[in-house]
């Protein structure tokens, strides 16, 4: 499986911008597939989890009200737009795929991963 992220860019404090994700699979292979990010020294965290089948959607505390998660069957991707950011949301974000179950803000669940699109805020 490959994650392909892309749309990451710089944009100015209070801006918005859209990630998107593809998922490369000979067939649709993600019941869940989530957002991270990470920043040098900091440990990866989750952004944002998204049940495809479902449409039911998690955030982190430090992006609710202003990101959402979504997601495109045909496509075999997964979007993540955000808004009003803030240079604290600088870093690399990540998609994810293939959840294991448990935490899901534990990158330690899931089994896929891209190479990552960079984002920077200022």
């Known amino acids: 499986v490959q994650l392909v992220e892309s749309g990451g860019r710089s944009v100015e404090v209070g801006g918005s911008l859209r990630l998107s994700c593809v998922a490369s699979a000979p067939t649709p292979i993600a019941h869940c597939m989530a957002w991270f990010r990470q920043v040098p020294g900091r440990e990866r965290e989750g952004v944002a989890h998204?049940?495809?089948?479902?449409?039911?959607?998690y955030y982190a505390d430090f992006v609710k009200g202003r990101s959402t998660i979504s997601h495109d069957k045909v496509k075999n991707a997964v979007y993540l737009e955000m808004s009003n950011l803030q240079p604290e949301d600088s870093a690399m974000y990540y998609c994810?795929?293939?959840?294991?179950?448990?935490?899901?803000?534990?990158?330690?669940?899931?089994?896929?991963w891209g190479q990552g699109t960079q984002v920077t805020v200022s």
């Open positions: 998204i049940w495809t089948a479902y449409g039911v959607t």
């Open positions: 994810a795929t293939s959840y294991r179950g448990g935490d899901w803000e534990s990158p330690l669940n899931y089994k896929y």
